[in-house]
C-alpha cells in the first residue's frame, strides 16, 4: 500500500509540474507580446503589394497626408484670433491718480487746465483701445497675428492688433498726438509712463478651448472606404492614392486597438494562440518522446528555450530594436538536435516560429525563412563533435537564409538595383552569432543535467586523467575497453543508436577494476590468482565491486549521469557465473544466497546500454575460445547473446529482436576481423 500511495504522489506531483510549466510558458510569452494592434503590412509608394488581396473589413475614412495635414493646419492657425481680457478698473485708477497729481503738483507744471483735459481723453483713448506688454505685442506680430478677440463685459469683439498700443507706444501717443497745442516738453515733465499700465491679459483658457474647436472642426479626411470594398491585389503597384488608403487602414486599425475592450480581445487572441501551439507541443512529447516528457531537465530545456526566442523577439518588435533576422533561431534546433533528437527539434522550431511570427509585419516570409534554416541547420549537425562541424553550419544557414530572401525579392521586385542589401548584413550577423552555440552548450549542460557529444568526444580522449591511469594501472583492462567501445560504437551505428555515447561509455565500464586489478583475469601474469585464497563469496564479491568502486571513482571525477548508467548497467542483475556455479557444484544440496553472487545492477534501460552489455560479453567471452574459426565465433555471439535474452536482462530498454540480430551480425564481423588467421611466411634456404 505504501508503494502505491507514493507512486500516486509523484504522479501528482509530475502533474502539477507539468500544468505549472504549461501555464508559467504561456503567461510570460503573452506577457511580452505587443498588444498595440499594429498594422502586420510592409508597403511603399510606386513598389508592388507582395501580399495576398487585401479587402476593408469595417468602414474608415481616407485619412490627409501628414504634409497636408500640417500646411492645412498651419493656414488655419495663421488666421486664428486668440482671446484677452479687458480690464476697465486700470484706466479709473489711472485718471483718478493722474486728478489726484493735478491737485498736488502737476498745476505747478502745466500751464492751464487744458493740459489736464487732454491727457484725461488721450488716456480715454488708449485704454479704450487696450494696452498691451512691450513682449506680448511683440510676439503678436511674430505670429503674424493681425487681430485679436477682445473680451469686455462677456462680450468678444474682434480688435485688430495695429490699434493696439504698447506702454511705449502710449507713452510716444500722448507726447505727440497734438503738438500744436501741447508742448512734449512740458508733458514730458509730467512722468506719463506712471499711468500707463496694460490692461489687457492673455486668456490662455479660452483661447485654447476656441483653439481646439477650430481644430476639431478640420477635415481630417477626404473620403471614405467601406466595408468590403477592395483596396489593393497582390502584384500592383502601390500609387499615392493606394498609399493614402493604406496608411488610413494603419492609423484606423491602431486606433481600434487602443481601446480596453480590444485590448482585451487581443490578450485573450494571444494566450489561445500560445496556449493551443504549447498544447499540441506538450501532446506530440506525452505520445512520441514520452522519456523526455517524463524527465524534467528534457521539458525545462524545452520550454525555456521556447520561451527566450520568443520573449526576445516581442522585446525587439516592440522596442523596434534592430532587426530580428539577426536573431539566431537556427541555434535552438542545434541545441535540441545535440542534447535529444532531430524530429524535436524541428518541432521545437516550428512552434516557436509561429508563435514569433505574430509580433511581426511580414509573417509568412519569416517562418519560411526561418523553418528552411531550421532544418538545414538540423541535416548539417546531426552529431557536434568538433567545433569546424559549426563553422560549416552557420555558413550553410547564411547560404539559406541569403538565396531564399533573394528568391522572395526577384519575385517581388521588378528592379535589381532596388534590393534590400541590409537584409544580407543581417544574415551575416546571425550567422556569426550562431557560433557562439559551441560555449553555450557548456552552460546548457550544467544547468539542465546533459551531456553533448562534445563532452562525450572530450571524455573519450585516452590522455584524459582517468584514461591514462586505467591503461596505466589495468593495461589488460584498458585493451578490453578499447575493444568493446569499437563492438559497440559499430553496432550503435547501424542500428541507429548514439554511437558516441556507446564509445565513451565502453571506455569507462570497467574503471573500478582499477581498485583491484589482481583479481580479474585480463590483468593478471605470471601464474598468480588471488582468487584461490578466498571463498567463492568473497571472490564474488571483489568482482561485483568493481561496478560500486566504478561509480565512486566516477562520482569523484564528476563524470555524467549518463557515463555512470552504463557502470551500474554492463552487468545488469546478472551473476558472477564462475564462482556462482562452482559454488552450487560443491555445495549440490544447498541453496546459495544469490545476493552475494549478484550485481548491483540495474539492468540496462536504454538501448545504448543493452549494446554495451553484449559487446562486453561478447569481447570478454571471445578471448577464452579454444581457436577462432567462423562457426565458433558465430556460436559463441549467439550463444551469449540469447542467453542474455533468455534471462531478461533487456525487458526494461527500447531495443528490438532486429535490433538484436543487427548487433549480433556486427559482432560477428567485428570478431572474424579482430581474429583472422594470417599466412605464415616461409623461411628462406640456405
Known sequence: MNKTKTKKSFSYRDLLYKVLIFIGTVAIIVYFLPRDGKFNYQFDIDKPWKYGQLMATFDFPIYKDDAVVKREQDSILAAFQPYYQLDKSIEKIAISKLKADYQSHLRDIVPSSDYMRYLEKRLSEIYKAGILSTEGLDQLQKDSTTAIMVIDDKLANQ???????????????????????????ILRQCSLNEYLYPNLSYDEQRTETAKK???????????????GQKIIDRGEIIDQETYNILESLRKESIQRSESLGQKRLILTGQTLFVGIFILCFMLYLDLFRKDYYERKGSLSLLFTLIMFYCVVTALMVANNLY?????????????????LDSRTAFLTQVVTILICSICLRYPHEFILLQLAA????????????????????????????????????????NDLSKLNGSMYTYFT???????????????LEKTFGFTSNVTLVELSNINSPLLRRLSETVPGTFQHSMQVANLAAEA?????????????GALYHDIGKMENPVFFTENQSGGVNPHKNLSYEQSAQVIISHVTDGLKLAEKNNLPKVIKDFISTHHGRGKTKYFYISWKNEHPDEEPNEELFTYPGPNPFTRETAILMMADAVEAASRSLPEYTEDSINNLVDKIIDSQVEEGYFKECPITFKDIATVKSVFKEKLKTIYHTRISYPELKK
Open 323 to 339: 532587426n530580428v533576422y539577426i536573431i539566431p533561431y537556427a541555434m535552438l534546433p542545434v541545441i535540441i538536435r545535440v542534447f
Open 159 to 185: 480688435r485688430s492688433t495695429e490699434q493696439l498700443f504698447s506702454v511705449k507706444d502710449a507713452y510716444t501717443y500722448l507726447l505727440t498726438a497734438d503738438t500744436a497745442h501741447y508742448s512734449p516738453f
Open 492 to 504: 550503435a551505428n547501424r542500428i541507429g543508436a548514439k554511437s558516441q555515447l556507446v564509445r565513451t
Open 213 to 227: 474647436e477650430t481644430l476639431d472642426n478640420y477635415a481630417w479626411a477626404n473620403g471614405i472606404v467601406v466595408s
Open 429 to 443: 550577423v546571425n550567422g556569426v552569432l550562431l557560433l557562439f552555440t559551441y560555449p553555450l552548450l557548456f552552460l
Open 374 to 413: 531550421g532544418l538545414v541547420a538540423i541535416f548539417s549537425l546531426r552529431e557536434l563533435s568538433q567545433r569546424s562541424q559549426l563553422f560549416r553550419t552557420a555558413l550553410l544557414v547564411i547560404l539559406t537564409y541569403a538565396a531564399l530572401y533573394f528568391s522572395f525579392e526577384l519575385i517581388t521586385e
